[in-house]
Structures are given as C-alpha cells and as structure tokens.
C-alpha cells in the first residue's frame, strides 16, 4: 500500500523559507507522480507544485512560480517543497499526494494517495 508521509511545516516570518518533505512508499512501479497542495481555511484544496518520477519534469502554480522549488531525493523515496520568500497568503495546511499517472499534473482528482498535511504559517 502506497503510504505518504509530509512533515517540515512550522512558522515563519515574511520573507523566510522552508522546506516541507514527502517520505513516499509503497509505489509498485518506478514511475509515478507527486503533488504539492494546499489549503487554507475556508478554502479549496489547490494544488501547489508537482514532479514527475523519475524524470523530473515539474509544473508551477502561478502563485509560488520563481519562490519554490520541488525535487526529489537520489533514492527517489523523499520528494521536497523548498518554499521561499514566503508570504502570508502561503499560510495553508500543505499535503503531498500520489499518483501513478506518469503525467504530471496538479489535478486533485487525479491523485491516488493523499498523506496527512504540515501546517504552514507566515506572519506578515
């Protein structure tokens, strides 16, 4: 069974970084992808970022292009979200999500395996 593992959340002020991580198992086949979402209260879940394994295309939301950057480990079981000048409006409860779709996308439908969420926050 496909298991996703996210952690790294915490607070921060304006401008700072963090980098959240997804410890994935379980995947039967090498190829496979991973999402990045997000959600605030009383908001949709919205999908962040997203990389294809193991190729390594990935894919932006509009909002975060230029600020994160997602990767994945050499042993391909850790996918990071390094999360740059941050800002308030990043404050979500962020989830990492598989799917054996070797497309990579943002879709939340299209995940397969949900992991529990980290708790971002960003003080202005």
């Known amino acids: 069974e496909v298991q996703l593992q996210a952690s790294g959340g915490g607070s921060v002020q304006a401008g700072g970084s963090l980098r959240l991580s997804c410890v994935i198992n379980?995947?039967?086949?090498?190829?496979?992808?991973i999402g990045w979402f997000r959600q605030a209260p009383g908001k949709e879940r919205v999908g962040v970022a997203a990389?294809?394994?193991?190729?390594?295309?990935?894919i932006y939301a509009d909002s975060v292009k230029g600020r994160f950057t997602v990767s994945e480990d050499n042993a391909g079981n850790t996918v990071y979200l390094e999360m740059n000048r941050l800002k308030p409006e990043d404050s979500a409860v962020y989830y990492c999500?598989?799917?054996?779709?070797?497309?990579?996308?943002?879709?939340?439908?299209?995940?397969?395996?949900w992991g529990k969420g980290t708790q971002v926050t960003v003080s202005s």
């Open positions: 379980g995947f039967s086949f090498a190829e496979y992808g």
């Open positions: 990389i294809s394994v193991p190729d390594g295309e990935t």
């Open positions: 999500a598989g799917t054996y779709s070797t497309i990579v996308n943002m879709y939340l439908d299209h995940m397969d395996y």
